[in-house]
């Protein structure tokens, strides 16, 4: 996921003016790690799932206009559940690479909230030539450990 700086700081202010609350509460029953937030910033496209073997076992990843880029490790360290069964659940995912200097370059976890949409489709990809996109928004944030 290519942001461009300004836009994603643009979108992080307005991320936190219009979910303040999502921010505020901690999902009952699940802690965050002590941290400072490194960015903040709302997306929105498709999650995509295809029936293909990934021998890499590489995790998510994002990346800055800067060049600066994060692999997660899977499985997440945490999940939880969207109060919507339509919504894919909420993650905390632990950095396992980094690459580049800039934006990401300090950041040690990324979590996934408020999420909208994103579930797996009821027929899921059988062959490689075969995806599933469905239309998704979460809130990211990158968080860099405290200290």
């Given at each position: 996921m290519k942001i461009n700086r300004l836009w994603a700081l643009l979108l992080g202010?307005?991320?936190?003016?219009?979910?303040g609350s999502s921010?505020?509460?901690?999902?009952?029953?699940?802690s965050l790690p002590e941290n400072s937030r490194v960015w903040a910033v709302v997306?929105?496209?498709?999650?995509?799932?295809?029936?293909?073997?990934?021998?890499?076992g590489a995790g998510p990843g994002w990346s800055a206009n800067d060049?600066?880029?994060?692999?997660g490790a899977l499985p997440p360290l945490k999940t939880w559940t969207s109060h919507d069964a339509k919504n894919i659940p909420w993650l905390l995912v632990a950095v396992k690479s980094?690459?580049?200097?800039?934006?990401?370059?300090?950041?040690?976890?990324?979590?996934?909230?408020?999420?909208?949409?994103?579930?797996?489709?009821?027929?899921?990809?059988?062959?490689?030539?075969e995806t599933a996109r469905v239309k998704y928004r979460a809130i990211y944030l990158f968080l860099q450990k405290a200290g």
């Open positions: 202010f307005t991320c936190f003016a219009l979910c921010l505020a509460q901690e999902p009952q029953g699940i997306g929105e496209g498709v999650q995509i799932y295809e029936a293909k073997a990934n021998p890499a060049g600066s880029e994060v692999v980094r690459s580049g200097s800039g934006l990401l370059d300090k950041v040690d976890y990324v979590v996934r909230i408020s999420t909208e949409g994103g579930v797996p489709p009821n027929e899921l990809p059988k062959t490689e030539r």
